[in-house]
């Protein structure tokens, strides 16, 4: 799979999370990308690897777009 398709599916699977009202919860990096958290209620979490660097950049605006909002 090329990038921008590994990118495109790590969008739409960011986007649907937040869609089914998850939120950011933590974000861990390291070398082979991010492992981003996402809970909807206290015993309710999804993990979700981000590899590519499109992907991380992605969910990044989303946390800061996030939590501008009014």
Known sequence: MSDY???L???EQIDLL???GYKISSVT???SGAFV???K???DSQTLHVKTA???KY???KIFHLSHQV
Request: hydrophobic share 25%.
């Open 59 to 61: 969910f990044s605006n």
């Open 9 to 11: 599916l790590e969008r």
């Open 5 to 7: 398709n590994a990118y």
């Open 41 to 43: 209620q206290k015993e």
């Open 37 to 39: 958290t996402f809970k």
């Open 29 to 31: 990096e390291n070398l």
């Open 18 to 20: 937040l869609d089914k």
């Open 54 to 56: 499109d992907g991380r």
